[in-house]
């Protein structure tokens, strides 16, 4: 069997002392790291995507417009 001999670990959970960057550049600086990992959509996907959010949108605008003129038009008739 081999006996384990403790080790300094202080130094192996810190890094190395640097000056630390300003938080701006700290910012955007991730900013950018985070920006290169995005995977981006290509164009006709995009546009797929975009006509179908659109869609969407004026379908429910439509559905939630006609559902409340029918209940005002109810409403018209139940109170004069």
């Known amino acids: 069997m081999t006996s384990s ?12 002392e640097k000056e630390k960057p300003s938080p701006k550049k700290n910012f955007l600086g991730s900013t950018v790291d985070e ?12 546009f797929s995507e975009s006509v179908a ?14 559902v409340s003129r029918f209940f005002g038009w109810g409403a018209s008739h139940i109170f004069p």
């Open 53 to 66: 959010v659109i869609l969407m949108v004026t379908l429910s605008a439509a559905l939630i417009a006609s």
């Open 5 to 16: 001999t403790p080790q300094d670990t202080s130094n192996s959970l810190s890094p190395p």
């Open 35 to 46: 920006l290169k990992l995005v995977v981006w959509p290509s164009r006709q996907q995009l």
